[in-house]
DNA sequence: AAAACACTAAAGTCTACACAAAATGGAATC
DNA sequence: GATTCCATTTTGTGTAGACTTTAGTGTTTT
């Protein structure tokens, strides 16, 4: 059956559904109607139904079990999803030139603090990478990296005067499970310094970790720019 | 055919994109083959690509346009889900034992600030209430939130000495539209003494506007305690 | 009672096919 | 040379039907 003449798609079913939880119609932990009679109900086959379920379980408004049924979700369970782009993007996307400046790269054997963080073996070779990011003369992340040789040996011959790690490792190394965090940290002399704020200030942290298949590779702390706001709209 | 016997599944096929991408074999800004060619070197239907193409371009590794075909994302768009929990969620969830106080609760004309921030009507009358939630005894949260009455006409009648106004808000109102950052600010002196903190240490921040179908709602500011931070895995 | 078992309802996934919609690239026109 | 228009390709979505997997529920056995 063609679906131009008067349909009901997936999205039209994910509307009406959702529309039935907010008027009450649909009260939080009650069960809804099984998928069968939902095709019914909009007379479209039990597949469109599915789909619509399916993505409205997936964005944390129903919960969904076999035999059991579909239930609208207590409390619904909201997700906020951040994108994470590159900071070139990041910077560029505001409108503000970006340069990339090296602070310094050295190898050197893990610290203590590290080698637990990220379970590495006693003695483990790292290259620790400091450097900056800014938006036309404005300081807009200083990122202070660790990255593990054992599992990036490309990196004894990586040369990061012109090009980040992050961006170096993203064309390099894939990675399969990333740890990430955020906090409010002070700034200490260092950071201070380089992001032009007086000692103390309170700065806007990721931290970061990334593996490949178990294999601890690299471990961020990236420490934001006066005024700095992660933001998502939903 | 019946899937028991040695069928791909969808599951498969997007694992199986990803090790190409990973493994360089589909190189960032690469076209994909179409749906119909992977679907005939997997031998499924192109039903069951589409779906797996679909859901890796939904975690932010393809691009899929009609026409121009599907091709992968040279920086791949990774992007964070963090879950917003509710506050008590997040306290019981740590193994802490949750107790909200209410702080004040007032029936203000919204100041000048706020109309701006929610394109309100001049005047426009709110309900400011100001809370504390705790995790056992220690401080975890100091919300400061405004709602609005013309959008919200039963907040007039809530009593927050028992329960949040965010758990009362979900109850009571729907809504459609969040706008949620997050960021690094310094406590000021009311801050500093509801969480137990030093004046103007870092303190994470959270800030959340609510809208019903282009209704401002609500806005919340949202200051954790100390050390605390936002995770998440991928 | 308690444990083991079978039955069955519900979601999960796949096949096979069809038509819809978008957008690209080239052809026709100005 | 630029613009408009159109055919074609590729993804998007729907139908119809089948088999699979999970997990409640009730029954039987211990």
Redesign the pocket.
């Known amino acids: 059956?063609?679906?131009?003449t008067e349909?009901?798609?997936?999205?039209?079913i994910k509307k009406t559904v959702l529309a039935r939880i907010r008027s009450g119609e649909w009260q939080p932990d009650s069960l809804?109607p099984?998928?069968?009679d939902l095709a019914a109900e909009f007379?479209?086959?039990?597949?469109?139904v599915?789909?619509a379920?399916?993505e409205l379980?997936d964005e944390g408004y129903l919960e969904?079990?076999?035999?059991?049924?579909?239930r609208v979700l207590s409390a619904p369970q909201r997700q906020a999803r951040f994108s994470i782009p590159m900071v070139r993007d990041e910077v560029e996307a505001t409108g503000g030139t970006y340069r990339y400046a090296l602070v310094s790269a050295e190898t050197t054997v893990a610290p203590d603090w590290l080698t637990a963080r990220l379970a590495l073996r006693p003695d483990q070779s790292t290259v620790h990478v400091r450097c900056m990011h800014f938006s036309g003369n404005t300081p807009f992340q200083y990122e202070d990296r660790w990255i593990v040789v054992d599992s990036v040996p490309q990196v004894a011959q990586a040369d990061f005067s012109a090009i980040g790690p992050n961006e170096w490792l993203i064309q390099t190394v894939p990675f399969t499970n990333v740890e990430l965090s955020f906090l409010a940290s002070r700034a200490d002399a260092t950071v201070a310094r380089f992001l032009d704020l007086p000692e103390g200030e309170p700065v806007f942290t990721g931290e970061r970790i990334t593996w490949l298949e178990g294999q601890p590779v690299t471990y961020a702390k990236m420490y934001f720019g006066a005024g700095y706001r992660m933001t998502t709209q939903f």
Chains 1, 2 share one sequence.
């Open positions: 059956m063609p679906q131009s349909t009901t798609s997936y999205k039209d809804l099984n998928e069968q007379s479209c086959t039990r597949t469109t599915n789909r379920l399916r379980a969904r079990r076999r035999k059991a049924g579909t």
